[in-house]
């Protein structure tokens, strides 16, 4: 990997995810509103265009969660389908690229690299597939696979996928010639001709979301794009560093990949305005009620009779318990109720203040001027080539960021003043691929 002078300066990339089916959204706020009406995918959509953000980010998620049998109170009920949202959205902005999740375990190439391709007519080069994959039976219920693709082989199905889908993409040269296709792999077996010519920028762009060793070898194989998350300079340079470092095995440069965390921001016109902003976003996130939640998720039992302002249960994490359904796992669960556990010893905090200290969500906290610099340290330490921002607020949780933190990366050259290139992979300053006919 090529190593950069570390006060170098790059610009910085920016992206939008559209909030909900997470604990980031705050429901109950009075501005907050639709999560289904287009009219909410359209106004964030034209806020990211008007700050020149790269793209605009979906995520989606094929079966509502369950929580004791019930639907999860953090899912989202009646949410569109993101590419048909994608499609829609590409009639009313210009420039903005429209990344859609789709899963790489419950869809066949051919169909998706028809619909890709297709969003990528229709919005001038500007697609992008998030590409996640699913293992558990629960999801699986919803398809006629069931669950029955092993953990194991999720990411050797995925990186197969997008491989097939490149070949569909590429099997039209850019003049317009369509050619037949033929595959022959561990888990498809296609042949025929593509319908849908080559896409203006060649190929729609492919994002990676996830953090673990197979997630990252697959981003490092496959990806244009890694959303990923962590929440220090350090752990990011960290990340950065173990990522890229992976490219060259596949005979990839360190810009054939950029990595851009997840993140919020929370704005104040002093450091400790923002504070008390974020604080109270937090106590909005983190509801008695979602309070005692999130720790049945640790504990895999029902503790609905435990006062959120109380201590902690006593007992240990029941193992390997399916209290919550849908619901990614992450890490070791005895090992997060100890943590939380000492954590609360050691400060006197209540449930509910401990799962709002220990689940911080804000990555960004202080006043446009110090966000902005924090910003562009990130990039210029090599923990990120960008971000994805993840507003609190459905849908305009990130109109003060464009308004307030945006003109001052412009003014620090940190950020772009115009849309220099009409693609997606332009915005990205990546290449577009060679016609492999």
Do not use: C
Request: glycine share 8%.
């Amino acid at each position: 990997m090529t190593v950069r002078p570390r006060n170098s300066r790059r610009e910085i990339h920016l992206a939008a995810h559209f909030p909900g089916v997470n604990s980031t959204t705050v429901w109950a706020d009075p501005r907050s509103r639709s999560q289904i009406a287009f009219s909410s995918f359209e106004h964030l959509a034209r806020t990211a265009e008007r700050g020149l953000f790269d793209f605009f980010f979906l995520a989606e998620g094929l079966r509502l969660r369950e929580h004791k049998g019930r639907v999860h109170d953090l899912d989202v009920m009646g949410r569109p389908e993101s590419l048909t949202v994608l499609n829609a959205l590409a009639a009313v902005t210009e420039r903005i690229g429209l990344a859609a999740t789709v899963n790489a375990t419950f869809n066949e190439p051919y169909e998706l690299a028809r619909r890709l391709a297709t969003l990528d007519h229709l919005s001038g080069g500007r697609a992008a597939w998030n590409v996640v994959t699913s293992s558990d039976a629960f999801t699986g219920e919803n398809f006629r696979r069931g669950g029955y693709l092993d953990r194991a082989d999720r990411y050797t199905r995925a990186a197969e996928f997008v491989d097939v889908a490149r070949e569909l993409w590429d099997s039209w040269s850019p003049d317009g010639l369509s050619r037949p296709f033929a595959h022959r792999g561990q888990h498809f077996d296609i042949a025929g001709e593509f319908t849908v010519p080559r896409s203006p920028q060649g190929h729609p762009v492919v994002i990676q979301a996830g953090d673990s060793g197979e997630g990252r070898e697959f981003a490092a194989r496959s990806a244009d794009v890694i959303f990923t998350r962590h929440g220090t300079l350090e752990d990011g340079r960290a990340f950065y560093a173990d990522v890229k470092g992976r490219l060259a095995k596949y005979g990839r440069s360190a810009d054939d990949l950029k990595i851009m965390p997840g993140v919020t921001v929370v704005l104040g016109d002093t450091a400790a305005e923002a504070q008390e902003r974020a604080a109270e976003i937090r106590r909005q996130q983190v509801s008695p009620q979602n309070a005692i939640l999130a720790v049945e998720q640790v504990w895999g039992t029902d503790l609905s009779s435990y006062d959120p302002d109380g201590p902690f249960p006593d007992f240990d994490p029941v193992p390997d318990a399916a209290l919550t359904q849908g619901r990614t796992r992450r890490g070791d669960n005895v090992a997060t109720a100890e943590k939380w556990r000492a954590l609360s010893r050691q400060k006197g905090l209540s449930i509910r203040q401990t799962v709002i200290e220990a689940s911080g969500r804000q990555s960004f906290i202080g006043t446009p001027e110090a966000v902005a610099v924090e910003l562009e340290t990130f990039v210029r330490q090599d923990a990120a080539d960008g971000f994805i921002l993840v507003p609190h607020l459905t849908p305009g949780g990130l109109d003060e960021f464009v308004d307030r933190v945006v003109p001052l990366l412009q003014e620090r050259g940190a950020f772009r003043t115009e849309y220099r290139g009409a693609t997606l992979r332009s915005h990205l300053g990546l290449a577009e691929p060679g016609d492999k006919g």
